[in-house]
């Protein structure tokens, strides 16, 4: 069995209250315990488990872009076995990644063996705190570190990690493996966006070992679009079911989860407080930490979930019934949205016509089928913008043009030939964005193409942007159908690379319907 350090959980108290006794004079109550649990994305707390249960634990405080450590106790039959030297090295590293300049801490001057330890990891004495222990009237010493982004704080940081993994590794005769273990973390994640309640477990950002998707298209269907209220109120009736049934699906409980991932926006307000608030619900009961997820973020890395050598740089491509972007992302994280629709969406622009055509909801589908029967030449429809010298979109003019069609045709009592006007429709949608991507990725410098959304879903516009992109040298990745719609399966993914960087999102959150990638 696996010693690894990993977040604390309330169902952790238990035996952190125990030690806690054993070790400090003056020990913190559960409640202490339980409010920092509380405070969100600012603290850090971790626990080291083994076969024999939970072996240590350590916490920090973020101010600023500063860092105190506030608690670090071991075991008593686990003491000099590493185990401390890991748990600061986890702290620290995750100090280094949240952007923080330097840490502190305060340490009896008695306590040799932890100022050696704070002194091999780079802390140096900075003053005296008098009086600071109630149980002795014994000063504290203040310690402090250097730059915990400058080279040698980071070898130093390594080097600790590395000495206290393998001596915990010797001592448990087991693999021993960092927070979470590297991109191994189990993420249940929850999807409220839009239409569809969904939720996925994922380890380590690609196994997917549950996928589950409550459509509501019937509901919406009747009305040709999605109805917000109507979308709220089925999300309220599914969520519990879908999430258990994930659960089930995946073989795990609650308890062997390392974080709990939700798309916080953006999307429709009443659909994302239902997702948002069930899964700060869950966070609250298990103690696990909260990871908010941008829902255009998911989307890219539903490509990385698919294939994990999609790596940026690269240009993506996000079309959907919300949102068409063209998207420049040098590394995971970091998102330059380098142009948007000024009007309507790819997606919405389908639906719109497809209703026009008495084709139903949702109309992408529809028109895509449609579309192969017809000749893209047949109706020669305006390419917007298509010259504009950015990578901004514009699609009502589109729509407008299409519905001044069919007024004409109807009104000069010919027939209208409803394949060749999907297929000239589709063909002015796709020719605009296959000629800004190929723009984008030549600007860029990129070899690598993402196309991502529901409307990637879309053969025609698959295959238009894999012809031109490959004559450019560039690689074109698309999710697979089930993960190009909305997914929870993407947001774990997502979710899973904030997680492991520190990222939290606090009890206190809110939805944010127009969260920006940017």
Known sequence: ???????????????????????????????????????????????????????????????????????????????????????????????????VARMTLEVRPSNASAIALYEAAGFHAA??????????????????????????????????????????????????????????????????????????????????????????????????????EIASRKHTEAIVGVVDQALTDAGVGLGDLDAI????????VGALVVGVAYAKGLALATGLPLVGVNHLEGHLFANNLADPTVEPPLVALIVSGGHTSLVHVPAWGIYHTLGSTLDDAAGEAFDKVAKLLGLGYPGGPAISSLAKMGDPAAIAFPRAMINSGDYDFSLSGLKTAVLTYVDRERKA??????????????????????????????????????????VAANPALRDALRVALAAHGVRLSVPPFELCTDNAAMIAAAANFRFLRGERLGLDAEAVPDLSLS
């Not at 209208?416 to 984008?440: E, G, N, T, Y």
């Not at 990725?441 to 991502?452: D, Q, Y």
Request: with cysteine; proline share 4%.
């Open 127 to 228: 003053g005296e705190r008098p009086g600071y222990y109630s149980d002795t009237g014994e000063p504290a010493l203040i310690m402090w570190t250097d730059e915990l982004d400058s080279k040698g704080m980071r070898e130093r940081i390594r080097e600790l990690s590395e000495r206290g993994l393998r001596s915990i590794s010797k001592r448990a005769g087991s693999a021993v493996s960092p927070a979470g273990g590297p991109r191994r973390a189990l993420v249940l994640a929850i999807e409220s966006s839009c239409d569809e309640t969904a939720a996925s477990v994922v380890r380590g950002g690609h196994e997917v070992l549950s996928s589950v998707v409550a459509s509501q298209v019937d509901f919406h269907s009747r009305f040709g679009g999605v109805v917000p």
């Open 261 to 268: 991932g939700v798309t916080y926006g953006p999307g429709l």
């Open 413 to 454: 009592g010919r027939e209208i030939h409803a394949p060749d006007l999907a297929a000239s429709f589709q063909a002015a949608v796709i020719d605009v964005q296959v000629f800004k991507a190929v723009r984008a990725a030549e600007e860029f410098g990129v070899t690598m193409f993402c196309l991502a959304g529901g």
């Open 1 to 99: 069995m696996t010693t690894c350090v990993r977040p604390m959980r309330a169902s952790d108290l238990d035996a952190v209250v125990a030690i806690e006794r054993a070790t400090f004079p003056t020990p913190w109550t559960r409640g202490i315990f339980i409010g920092e649990l509380l405070q969100g994305e600012s603290r850090r707390w971790t626990v080291v488990t083994s076969p024999t249960g939970i072996l240590g634990y350590s916490g920090s405080m973020q101010a600023g872009d500063e860092s105190h450590v506030m608690n670090l106790a071991v075991r008593a039959d686990a003491r000099g076995s590493g185990l401390g030297a890991a748990m600061l090295a986890d702290l620290m590293s995750d100090a280094a990644r949240r952007g």
